[in-house]
């Protein structure tokens, strides 16, 4: 049973619309709008038949909805900028690159 109590100060409409809130929580406007017609066997089969396929979809969909979240790969943090105190390009050695001078230098030893 809902019970309401109305507050010090308070509006009876604002008691009102709470009890409302509460009723359709409860499902007690549906019951109602269900008891107020006949629904023959046949039709209750179908409607509930429909709920349930609805319901296996709805927990299908979250299932997929869970799956993408779980897949979806970390973001990599972005690198910091490189400072001063880091060593530049020019401090590193360098390694040797290969040019066309000594492409045939090494290609004339080898004969």
């Known amino acids: 049973m809902i019970k309401v109590q109305v507050r010090p ?19 007690i406007f549906r019951l109602a709008k269900k008891a107020s017609v006949y629904e023959k066997p046949s039709e209750k089969r179908r409607r509930e038949k429909r709920e349930r396929v609805r319901n296996i979809q709805r927990s299908i969909r979250k ?30 050695p360098s390694k040797p690159v290969a040019t ?11 004969e």
Request: glycine share 4%; hydrophobic share 20%.
């Open 63 to 92: 299932m997929m909805q869970a799956k993408k979240r779980t897949r979806r790969p970390k973001r990599r943090p972005n690198r910091p900028q490189q400072s001063e105190t880091t060593k530049s390009s020019e401090e590193r």
């Open 100 to 110: 066309r001078e000594t492409a045939t230098a090494t290609a004339e030893a080898a």
């Open 9 to 27: 100060n308070e509006p009876l409409e604002g008691a009102l619309r709470r009890f409302k809130r509460q009723c359709n929580y409860a499902g």
